[in-house]
């Protein structure tokens, strides 16, 4: 995980090294004052990176969260490059990898059964997932919003990264179980906040939820 505060329309992550047939888990939040921020594209590591969801935190805010998936049988190691038509102030990703999922379909369609976007003015967000398809399944969340405090995962939650930059926050956050309510919370404020909930597939499991 990590971001940029430096304006433009291009950023790079870190080098990575993707594995083979693994599910690749791309959330991107992007801040831009006074406007409403365009979906990026995402391209690196000889993968095609597929958008999940997006959501904005509300119709005239300057903070969107994207999510992208992405898999392949020989993904190549190296940065990951975000990138956006015209100029935004603030970018933050976290990339994550999950093992023993679902390698039907293309590009990791196979390994996500279900993603719910939800937005709140408040100090926490649940997101409500439909029942899932299999108890074997995962859950997933990531979050964007504008007040800088630590979050605070959900119950029975890991977090996966929480990163603060300028003027806003990503968070992600993951449990190896079902979860149809995935939720976060934070001190010292309301704050419109977005979020993105994510059922995972496991490994030959059925096609629909």
């Known amino acids: 995980n990590g971001g940029s505060a430096v304006a433009g329309t291009t950023w790079d992550t870190a080098s990575i090294t993707p ?3 693994k599910l690749i888990l791309l959330a991107v939040n992007i801040y831009d004052s006074g406007n409403a921020p365009e979906v ?3 391209t690196g590591c000889g993968l095609t ?6 959501v904005i935190t509300d119709i005239t ?6 999510l992208f998936r992405a898999m392949g049988a020989s993904p190549s190691s190296g940065v990951v490059t975000i990138s956006t038509t015209g100029t935004m102030e603030t970018v933050q990703w976290s990339i994550s990898e999950f093992d023993n999922v679902n390698t039907s379909g293309t590009n990791g369609s196979g390994a996500i059964v279900q993603a719910v976007t939800g937005r709140n003015y408040s100090t926490s967000l649940t997101i409500t997932l439909a029942a899932f ?6 859950t ?7 007040f800088l ?7 029975g939650f890991t977090e996966i990264s929480d990163t603060a930059l300028s003027n806003n926050i990503l968070q992600t956050q993951w449990r190896n179980d ?8 934070w001190s010292g404020g309301s704050d419109l906040t977005a979020g993105i909930a994510v059922e995972i597939r496991i490994v030959g499991g059925s096609t629909s939820p």
Do not use: F, M
């Open 49 to 54: 990176w597929v958008q999940v969801e997006t």
């Open 149 to 155: 405090t630590p979050t605070t995962e959900g119950t």
């Open 61 to 66: 805010s300057q903070d969107r969260t994207t």
């Open 19 to 21: 594995s083979a047939n």
């Open 178 to 185: 079902n979860d149809t309510t995935v939720d976060w919370s």
């Open 140 to 146: 997933y969340g990531c979050l964007g919003h504008c």
């Open 40 to 42: 990026p594209t995402v």
């Open 133 to 138: 398809g299999s108890t074997s399944n995962a």
